[in-house]
């Protein structure tokens, strides 16, 4: 049964003061009949704000969720696109609130702007499981994601020694104010600290997105004749890189190190198949993980307020066995 919304500007307020005085009542008692109805019908529902569906790898995780998902018949998912837009992304959450969720999970566009509204859900007693990229503070339920910092470590120590410890690296970053971009470059920047004939000349922001990388690849080869290697905070933004320097003739030159390393024609795996990559690193979404904790919170049982999920470098000497499917790995 579909309820309507009382039309307040048909209330005749010469002749008809008790109506209009009963209005207020009649929105609560819609209200009221939506959450009951959906409490009837069994289902949990969880909010899922996704800071932007621009990145791959984000369109990975959302799926990931999606399928897993479907193995709950208890659960229902109401999804947000915020587009990086912070605002937007503050707003998504409100909406979810007045849906009345019983669980938000959030991969916040950047930390500061989007503590104070998964704050407000939390404090409401509304359990929060935030994906990929942390807030500032503890007010949430789980977090799911990888050690960015150790991956940016690991890729510094594989750029070092695919180097030999001397070189020019261009760094593409991603989103400045996301904790992963700020952990790949400090992870990276601390495993090439100790060899001082490895330079960064040029470490412009791409805000993970591929066409911007192409964009800041092409003034990184108009201000550098020689580079020894890009090293992109994704595997996009390293694909960017590679067509922008494919489209020089300079491509041969150097090397591409990216991360993320999904499966599928455009994912990093093929590149680093096709040797277009020199590595990257598998970076999960925890679309899959979210799901089970979501369905853990909702049974009662204890989740924990961490998960870190593992990694692996990819090169071109163990690419095969990730380029079979997941089962048989």
Not at 108 to 114: D, G, I
Not at 149 to 156: D, Q, S
Not at 200 to 222: G, K, Y
Request: proline content about 6%.
């Amino acid at each position: 049964m579909i309820l309507k919304q009382p039309r307040l500007e048909r209330v005749d307020r010469r002749t008809d003061v008790t109506s209009a005085r009963l209005t207020p009542v009649l929105l609560l008692l819609v209200v009221a009949f939506a959450a009951c109805g959906r409490a009837k019908s069994g289902k949990h529902l969880i909010g899922f704000s996704q800071c932007n569906l621009g990145e791959p790898w984000r369109v990975a995780m959302n799926s990931q969720f999606a399928a897993r998902a479907k193995d709950f018949p208890d659960l229902e998912v109401a999804y947000a696109d915020a587009q990086q837009d912070n605002a937007k992304q503050v707003a998504d959450v409100e909406n979810f609130l007045r849906q009345r969720i019983d669980l938000l999970v959030i991969s916040p566009n950047e930390a500061k702007p989007l503590t104070p509204i998964v704050k407000r859900v939390f404090e409401a007693k509304i359990p929060v499981i935030i994906l990929d990229r942390a807030i500032e503070g503890n007010t949430y339920t789980t977090f799911i994601g990888a050690d960015n910092k150790l991956i940016g470590k690991v890729a510094g120590e594989y750029i070092t020694k695919a180097l030999n410890g001397k070189g020019d690296i261009v760094e593409i970053q991603g989103l400045p104010g996301s904790p992963p971009a700020r952990d790949r470059r400090d992870g990276f920047r601390e495993a090439i600290a100790a060899f001082p004939d490895i330079h960064i000349v040029h470490d412009p922001v791409a805000n993970w997105l591929r066409e911007e990388a192409m964009a800041q690849m092409e003034s990184a080869l108009a201000a550098h004749p020689h580079i020894d290697l890009v090293y992109a905070h994704n595997d996009p933004m390293a694909a960017g890189a590679y067509l922008a320097a494919k489209a020089k003739g300079r491509e041969g030159e150097m090397k591409f190190v990216g991360i993320d390393a999904l499966p599928g024609l455009d994912g990093g795996i093929q590149m680093v198949a096709d040797g277009k990559l020199s590595a990257t690193f598998v970076y999960p979404t925890g679309g899959k993980e979210a799901v089970e904790i979501a369905e853990k919170i909702f049974k009662g049982e204890p989740v924990p307020h961490k998960i870190v999920l593992p990694t692996a470098m990819v090169t071109k000497e163990n690419v095969a066995q990730f380029q079979q499917p997941a089962a048989t790995r």
